[in-house]
């Protein structure tokens, strides 16, 4: 069976927001812990590591309660530098050996379990980077190969892993996807405004 470990990036200052996004409630849920339930509801999720930085104890305790031992918290201190360093920091507490890492946003939730299922079904069939799609955009969560842990370990300023998906563009599957949830955005308060009641927030 493979082992795949998810990196769930929330180290992030949510600036164009005004206060933490992975804090405000969907459906009446912290952001945070609708993303980490949808995964931990995935059998095929080996390990959840949460990056934390910017209101580290507060993203902390709105998890509180969760029990499931596949949850680990890490730490980023570097996280004003950018995305890449919470990518390279999670990567870093994966497991020795992971077959694949998943990269999810920890502040974009309405991604469903079915879709991180997929993804993990497309990888097993062969595909070495794998991508949901809709309409021709691409969304997250993304999973990349575990052969490609050495260069997400390295990564730093805000890039994430956009540029080894375009340097690997042969390699990526692109997995069209039915529900186009995971393509909502929610960066400013207006876009918070007409989602915090919920959109698919559960399969």
Known sequence: MLMVSAVVLAAGESK???EKKEL?????????RVVVEKLLESRAVGEVIIVLGHRADDVGRSLAGETDERLELVGNRRFREGMGTSV????RACS???????IVLGDAPFFTTATVNALIDAHAAGAAIVVPVSGGRRGHPVLLDGSYRGELEELAGDA????ILEREAPS?????MDDDAFLVDVDEREDYEAVKDGLSTRD
């Not at 390279?88 to 990567?91: H, K, N």
């Open 88 to 91: 390279a920091q999670g990567v």
């Open 16 to 18: 164009r927001m005004g």
């Open 24 to 32: 405000l409630p969907i459906g009446g849920v912290h952001m945070i």
């Open 172 to 176: 990526v599957v692109e997995m069209a």
């Open 160 to 163: 994430g892993a956009r540029d």
């Open 96 to 102: 020795w050996g992971t077959d694949a890492i998943l």
